[in-house]
């Protein structure tokens, strides 16, 4: 047993050395906790150039996430600064980058990762 802790602590390891130095991004707060534009139940497809409760919803669950922008105004318009944040939040889960809202990233927007490696991107 002590070997295969020993082995596996190596391989982390050497992931890391591999792969450079990698910060999780850690969700910041509980999700939904002050996030109340709209009930938990509504989730339109939501996509670039929306706007409306919606989209302030999603802009508020996004925030949880941290990355950059740390915070998202919640505006309720759907921006290319939002897009891109939406964007690296699906390839955190593995969901296609599309930057389209719609059930599974709303799932996972009121459910965030603990920690991503995915590099947000600059």
Not at 8 to 27: D, F, R
């Amino acid at each position: 047993m002590r070997r295969n802790l020993l082995l596996t602590s190596a391989a982390a390891l050497g992931a890391a050395v591999a792969l450079g130095p990698a910060v999780p991004h850690t969700a910041a707060a509980a999700p939904g906790q002050d996030c109340s534009y709209v009930a938990s139940g509504d989730r339109p497809t939501l996509a670039y150039g929306e706007t409306g409760a919606a989209v302030r919803q999603a802009q508020c669950l996004s925030n949880a996430w941290g990355g950059q922008p740390p915070k998202l105004a919640l505006d309720g318009v759907y921006g290319t600064v939002m897009q891109k944040k939406i964007e690296w939040i699906q390839t955190c889960h593995g969901l296609p980058a599309s930057g389209v809202i719609e059930g599974r990233t709303w799932h996972v927007l009121y459910r965030p990762a603990l920690d991503c490696y995915v590099p947000y991107p600059s």
